[in-house]
């Protein structure tokens, strides 16, 4: 006997089951809550390991920003010609950290008042900057800046560019953590570099890396 009631209920109840196994999908697959930040504090092997020991930080990668050459590898940038900066961009969840806790990493890993040039690396393409992704990270940036100046614990001119996000290209995969494939050479070259000596006289203390 026909029950044609007993098929429409079997198929709302079909219908019913594959929408809530599509939703439980959906949200399964879901993206986490993440927003980007990129900055440039000279060589971005020194850069890497303060963003990522901070909680919420869900990736660092080193790369380049700033310039007008497409795809530019390490050598290009290293010569000074394609107008691009060694730069770091970050991956993280706002709910975990907040980019004014990223600025503040930020600022205690760099030499402010230096332009065009970190410690012992000079020229452009070692500048330190801000690259804001939105206007609200562009207030932040600049509020905390003026709020560096302002407090007089730096003496001279903070430098540092505060510019919109540009086109950020990861640099070659050797350079990834650098400073954990390659932790006697790194410590040789920060120590050379004079990084820390340089922060310890900025900021009273030399940095966690």
């Not at 098929?7 to 986490?32: C, Q, V, Y």
């Not at 900066?85 to 970050?90: C, T």
């Not at 008042?113 to 690396?121: K, S, Y």
């Not at 206007?135 to 100046?149: I, M, N, P």
């Amino acid at each position: 006997m026909s029950r044609p009631w007993f098929r429409a209920a079997s198929m709302l109840m079909t219908m019913g089951a594959l929408a809530l196994l599509t939703f439980a999908g959906d949200a399964a697959t879901a993206p986490s809550s993440k927003a980007v930040a990129t900055f440039a504090g000279g060589c971005f092997w020194c850069m890497e390991g303060p963003f990522e020991k901070l909680p919420g930080v869900k990736s660092v990668t080193s790369g380049y920003t700033g310039g007008q050459k497409k795809n530019p590898t390490y050598e290009e940038v290293s010569s000074g010609g394609t107008g691009h900066a060694e730069s770091v961009q970050i991956l993280y969840d706002p709910s975990l950290v907040t980019y004014d806790q990223l600025l503040e990493v930020f600022w205690h890993n760099i030499d402010p008042l230096t332009p065009n040039a970190q410690f012992c690396d000079h020229g452009t393409q070692y500048r330190s900057a801000i690259y804001f992704h939105d206007d609200a990270q562009r207030q932040a940036a600049e509020a905390s800046k003026q709020k560096l100046e302002s407090s007089g614990q730096l003496h001279g001119k903070i430098v540092t560019e505060i510019v919109p996000a540009a086109t950020f290209y990861p640099a070659e995969e050797y350079h990834q953590d650098y400073y954990k494939k390659n932790p006697v050479r790194y410590r040789f070259y920060r120590f050379n570099c004079g990084r820390d000596q340089r922060l310890k006289q900025l900021w009273g203390k030399e940095p966690e890396h």
